[in-house]
């Protein structure tokens, strides 16, 4: 790759045909993780003929537009279901699924849990601002207990998701959690997420100020990264504190890192097998 940097590496990324300024509210975190999303390809020297990036519907899913990527907008809930699909028809790309916490646990978690399960080759990404951001401010299954939110005026009922321990549960090959506030660890975590075989997730802790933070006493953008750079705590602390002190924090980092072979990889070999034994009997 050419030797670039800061900006330059963005720009060089981006449709400039396609509107600018972008649509995201001023204090939103999407465009911190489309940027460390950037650099981590950038610095694999993966050709972006070779990255394909498919989102849902929500915020997150407009940053597929973008990028210079091949890239698909899909329908609410399905981008895994598309991205298995590419992925097994080319296991060459960099499949990689851009996803809400809305898009990836209701609607898509059939999707997310099956997906982990199969181990297919694919990097998930789930950006979790804890709340439907784009269509008004409902809670999603990853909006904190107790929250304020349009659809639970007088505070979250529901126990929400840990998607980490989702991931981990379901199977995943490597799971890891970062914020917007912490960029370079997030970017390390990206980098790390592209290079592992198998189902990759990434849980971008990212703030929706507009439709989350101001119903839950965070006045300003700047309040909800404090709360993020407050709250984070690297996943080796976390572990070392005694059980009365975690209530609150929020541990940061790779949490499941397996090394297994991705679903295509076995089925490809499977099919390659199962040929040479038909060529076998064939020849007898």
Partial sequence: ???????????????????????????????????TLIRSIHSLGIPKDDVVVVAGIGCSGRLAVYVDFNTVHTTHGRALSFATGI????????VIALMGDGDALSIGGNHLIHAARRNIGVT?????????????????PATPEGST????PYGQLDHSFDIVELARGAGA???ARGTVFHVNQLEKIMVEALERPGFSLVEAVTPCHTQFGRKNKYKTPVDMYKWLK??????????ELPEDKRAGRMPIGVFVDRGRPGYEERYYAMQENFLKQAAKGAGR
């Fill in 173 to 175: 090959n490597y799971v």
């Fill in 230 to 239: 407050s709250t984070a705590i690297p996943l080796e602390r976390y572990n």
């Fill in 124 to 140: 998930a990404m789930i950006l979790n601002n804890s709340i439907y951001g784009m269509t008004g401010g409902q809670s999603s």
């Fill in 1 to 35: 790759m050419s030797n670039i940097t800061g900006n330059e590496i963005i720009h060089q990324y981006l449709r400039h045909n396609k509107k600018f300024p972008h649509v995201l509210c001023a204090g939103c975190g999407h465009g911190i993780v489309l940027g």
């Fill in 149 to 152: 939110t349009m659809t639970n």
């Fill in 87 to 94: 992925k097994m028809s080319n296991s060459h790309l960099h």
